[in-house]
């Protein structure tokens, strides 16, 4: 059972353009919401979280916004650049229970120059 | 931020034979860290929680007679894939919660891919 939902597989964005990536869960026993950047061959790097009190975070183009209610969240990377290209994951954590990470199924995201 | 390490970073070995996998936190002490494994195009799976001087916690599913996890440091956990098959070929990656800030997030090594022959 996939506990946190993430869509879509792979997106395509022009430089200077806006990602949007989205995540959905059922658990209401979720309390953080990390999101990690992969480059191919590397490790999950954290690139920004949010607590389910706060509706928007943002640090630099990477924005998180938050909806307790409908049980989604969203990652917006704005000013896309090539290098913004990875396959970028969201997680969810019980911070209650051992802090254990359920990971969304990823996005692939692919900046054209 | 807190780094953690792996190694080796590649192994290729033969069927049959046992792979030692190492994790580090390498400016910090971890009494915990996670162990997963990851196909390729897909998600992280959670193979087990490594806890230091105690048994490990498995996951549903997973071996823990052919995953045998030790952690016998604050700053150390290893993962063995004992008697490997090509179907355990992989990117195995650990991760340890990041220390002082609570233990909101986890701080993830640079993964370890598995090629068995």
């Known amino acids: 059972q996939q506990q946190v939902k993430q869509s879509p597989q792979s997106l395509i964005v022009q430089k200077g353009g806006i990602s949007i990536i989205n995540c959905a869960y059922e658990?209401?026993?979720?309390?953080?919401f990390p999101w990690y950047q992969q480059f191919p061959g590397k490790g999950p790097a954290l690139l920004i979280a949010?607590?389910?009190?706060?509706s928007e975070k943002k640090e630099g183009r990477f924005t998180i916004s938050f909806n307790k209610s409908a049980k989604q969240f969203s990652l917006h990377i704005m000013d896309s650049q090539p290098g913004d290209s990875a396959t970028y994951f969201c997680a969810a954590i019980i911070k209650a229970a051992g802090n254990k990470l359920t990971f969304g199924g990823g996005t692939r995201v692919l900046v054209k120059p | 931020g807190a780094v953690v390490s792996q190694h080796p970073s590649w192994v290729i070995c033969k069927s049959g034979t046992s792979v030692k996998i190492e994790c580090r936190s390498l400016?910090?002490?971890?009494?915990?860290m996670f162990w997963y494994r990851q196909f390729p195009k897909q998600s992280l799976m959670l193979m087990a929680t490594?806890?230091?001087?105690?048994?490990?916690?498995?996951e549903q599913g997973v071996e823990k007679d052919k995953f045998l996890i030790n952690h016998a440091s604050l700053t150390l956990s290893t993962l063995t894939v004992t008697s490997a098959h090509p179907e355990d070929s992989s990117f195995y990656i650990c991760s340890a919660p990041s220390p002082g800030q609570g233990t909101d997030t986890q701080y993830f090594g640079p993964g370890t891919r598995l090629t068995v022959l």
């Open positions: 949010i607590r389910p009190d706060v």
């Open positions: 658990n209401t026993a979720f309390d953080y």
């Open positions: 400016d910090f002490q971890a009494t915990t």
């Open positions: 490594s806890n230091e001087g105690s048994k490990a916690t498995y």
